[in-house]
């Protein structure tokens, strides 16, 4: 199956959708400039941190929100998916602001992150004090920010007056986020526990702050705005929608947990291992950190989170995950939800081409390089 | 005149509003405490830190939604007010973990700011790695989730879909607060500049970090949900409004500014002179730098934002402040705002009760002491 789509009607609807999207989002910024500068010039370097940090990303949300539209009867082309798809791209940058700063990474999407964008201001300038506070401060508001902006653009969705669910779901999929999120900090913090707890916290991880976020929810958020206040009565669908999406979201981040560790800093736009020198827990370590002896597992667990690691080191580090077994596993995970989640999506009742656009999107997003 | 208000009638109206606001957000946080328990039991600091913060405030933002609505001939008790109320207050929490961030703040109202919390949670459950990063990767999530929250507040007010203003409002509330908080931390690390350009941004932070988040914006919400769909004729009532509320938010703010220095710690809850150590930029500091010898401007400049000034300092720092006369004139400013916010009040086409609790909440802003 080609990543791809070929079907050139599918190829059209896509790219139209895209573009449209984002035309939406050029304006909507232009807008936020002229309120900025009305605030004050000295303001507008928030703005240009969300532009720039916007401007990259797959629009996958936006994407599974406008396929999951379509697939219940939404007509193609409507402006309402265009502004769910702003508010879900701007929650995303937002997230990634804010994300970045947690994880004290020094790069998003191959250019420097936000905090860094503004620490590197901040020596440029010739400021005073602490750069890297500044850094923080700056990259701080600048998501919350752009956290406003993202509600902004949801609440200015028309079809959102007839449909609550979708309200409901966008305020569930921000919670949840938040907490897998907070989750994800506290694995990284407490010291030395069974396996099994590690374990799962880190499938809770995958699921709050990743899988219902990135798949099921945008998808499921589409369905609810199309169907509108008949979303009672055919819940069937949306319920059908979660059953293909929440294992795909799955499968999807378990990838990204594989890319994390093993994928090539040219495509993904971050260091070789990064999530090693983060100290990122996740299914692939802690299901190493079960099947290695003890002596190996002290090395992972005193490895994971050194910012300092060695290119050797890692090298090390990621053929003790190979070796684990831990790899193979996870591949055979991100193997099972796939299947699971193209065995629902076959018993969806769907037209052809949002059949054909969701059955596309899986495959990219199990299948992705970056 | 009085605080606080004698009439009766007042008086109860207005602590049924105030009961009526604590109970919807005993139940909302109840209501968020079932959904995060769905995500993991492991979350809920989250929400016993935005909980144990909200309890505090004296609700200035609420009160004035409430009475900007009843002024604009809304009823009595109205649930939809409680909303907002409690959306204001919410977004007011957000604001303060990240601020206390920002300023590396230990303490708020009396306990300590939310990442301090976090990182005394880390110290006692002996979580490894920096308690420090612990404490602000969980705040920064805590407020998020916290802006997340206010939202959904917001979303929920019934009249919101007849009075699209006010969500403008909201929104752009929201831009001010963040844009004009970033002004404050630029004010903090831009190096040697003419008094003149410290001044003047020293007084854009005031109105937008401030006065017409925590006043304007308030009131003039809770006309425009009571005005809905006639908030375009009744436009006056609202212009009048915002006349009586942005001096009233400015005076508000400079009084914080000189208790930010000359407050008593045992009613603020913050240290004594905490805005010095801080190194905040007010106008205080701004008019104290023009009005002084260049020896003193550089003691001023090189104390701020010193985090380790003594409490001979601190006093010294005082003396200078109020031997330059920077605190007479601010004393001065303060006066002339609320002489000429209650002119704008009196000006105003407002029944009795109306007019008699906003004259109280401007006397209360002018001059408290907390």
Redesign the interface.
Known sequence: MPNQPTNPELRTETAAYLAALEERMQVFFQE?RQ??EQ??E??L??LEAIEALSAGGKRLRALLAYWGWRGAGGQAGDQGLVDAGLALELFQT?ALI?DD??D?SDTRRGAPSVHRRFEAM?QLK????SPA??G???A??A???C???S??AF?AIPQL?QASQA?AIF??M???V??????D??G????QEEADLALS?AQ?VIR?KSAKYSCEHPLVLGGALALGLKAQEDSDLLAGYRAFALPLGEGFQLRDDVLGVFGQPEKTGKPAGDDLRE?KRTVLTALTSRSVGKEEALFLEQSL?NPDLSGQEILALQELIRSSGALDEVETIIQAKGDQALEQLAALPLDPLPREALTALAYQALNRSA
């Open positions: 936020q309120i900025l605030i004050s000295e303001a370097p928030l937002a804010h700063m947690i004290a901040h010739g400021y005073k004090t506070h500044f923080s401060s700056s701080l508001l998501g919350d920010l956290l406003s902006w509600e902004m609440a007056q309200r305020d569930l921000r919670t949840e938040m907490a897998g999120q907070y989750l900090v506290l990284e913090v407490i010291p916290r809770k709050y100290g989170g």
